[in-house]
């Protein structure tokens, strides 16, 4: 996980967190969902990725979750995230914080039988990092 986790944090540490105008979504691995035979279907996979696509889908799917607290990971199965195109899908969200408490977010987009402790590990590991990268910064 290191050379993820090292990707990751360069792109997050790069920006300014207090710049509340720049909202911006940064994606990465969109293609992998192929791989994944929960995706097997054609129009469903096209859903999803309009989805991902959609920046401020996402923005808005993550502005209505609650708030989590630090290392913590929240997960969205199904139906939960209340948008008909991820209704297979598992979205795993952790956060992180620069020195000044700007708030940034992690998701992961997946099949929803994703490997959940491995999921939140990672995510914990990656948040974990960026937020002692940004503690300094």
Do not use: M, W
Request: positive net charge; contains cysteine; glycine residues 4%.
């Amino acid at each position: 996980y290191k050379n993820i986790v090292e990707k990751i944090c360069k792109i997050v540490c790069s920006r300014d967190l207090s710049d509340k105008d720049s909202k911006r979504v940064f994606k990465k691995g969109t293609s992998n969902l192929v791989s994944y035979s929960d995706f097997n279907n054609i129009e469903e996979l096209k859903l999803l990725v309009s989805f991902i696509d959609e920046e401020k889908s996402l923005l808005d799917l993550i502005a209505t979750q609650k708030t989590i607290s630090d290392n913590d990971v929240q997960f969205l199965i199904g139906s939960e995230s209340n948008d008909n195109r991820l209704k297979n899908c598992t979205i795993a969200q952790a956060t992180y914080e620069d020195k000044n408490h700007n708030k940034g977010n992690l998701c992961l987009v997946g099949p929803k039988r994703i490997k959940y402790g491995t999921v939140s590990s990672l995510l914990k590991t990656v948040s974990g990092s960026i937020n002692e990268i940004l503690q300094v910064k």
